[in-house]
């Protein structure tokens, strides 16, 4: 596949986004950034990485309960405004990380973490929402944890929750929504497999498309 190809993947607990990214981004020869966005985050901010992993995705919280973790966060030689609470410190080094990721490597593949907002404007960004049934994401919660049906279902409720809060909160686009991403993919229907398959597909026809974008501005060049 000729140029680059950013592709940012947003998911419901349980729909196996993770696993999905991670074959994707297999098959396109590219890395996956999960949780090792924290690494490379804490890397560049200066940030702790125990402090990045407990705020990861959260949305901000209370004001008291921020300057309690704006002061643990200086303890660990943290940079930043003072007054900014910890959660926006973390999605801001998680934010400059996705950007410079993309530039520097071109093509990547991001879970979560508000991807496709951060590269909104970069012209090669494809952003996906992962779905699934509610029966095949409380079994996969169960395998992947060894959690009981009662505790996947609460596990998925509020994991979901939290996605959601903190994507409405960062981003101008709403957590799910159909018209938040360009392509909306319900793992249940066509398997994990299938489900890698169409997004391959999807990312054909939108490469070709913006060939074809490209020879029209340019005729010279068709």
């Known amino acids: ?120 404007d970069n012209p090669d960004m494809v952003s996906v929402f992962i779905t699934a049934d509610d029966a095949d994401k409380v079994s996969h919660v169960r395998l992947t944890y060894h959690y009981t049906e009662n505790q996947a279902k609460d596990y998925i409720q509020k994991t979901d929750k939290r996605r959601s809060n903190y994507y409405n909160y960062y981003s101008n686009k709403k957590w799910g929504d159909t018209r938040s991403y360009d392509l909306t993919i319900n793992r249940s229907r066509l398997g994990f497999e299938g489900t890698v398959e169409a997004i391959l597909a999807y990312i054909e026809l939108f490469k070709k498309e913006q060939q074809n974008t490209t020879k029209d501005n340019n005729p010279a060049r068709g």
């Not at 986004?17 to 949780?35: N, P, S, T, W």
């Not at 004001?63 to 660990?76: G, K, P």
């Not at 959660?87 to 593949?109: C, D, M, P, W």
């Open 1 to 120: 596949m000729e140029g680059n190809i950013i592709v940012s993947i947003g998911r419901e607990s349980g729909s196996g986004g993770r696993r999905i990214g991670l074959a994707l981004a297999e098959r396109l020869g590219v890395k996956c950034y999960d949780k090792e966005l924290i690494a490379e985050a804490a890397k560049e901010s200066g940030l702790a990485k125990e402090i990045l992993e407990n705020n990861d995705e959260v949305p901000t919280r209370s004001f008291l309960y921020s300057l309690v973790m704006d002061t643990y966060s200086m303890a660990y030689h943290t940079t930043g405004p003072v007054d900014m609470p910890i959660e926006q410190k973390a999605f801001l080094a998680q934010y400059n990380a996705i950007k410079k990721i993309a530039e520097e490597e071109g093509s990547a593949v991001f879970v979560g973490r508000c991807a496709d907002y951060a590269l909104e």
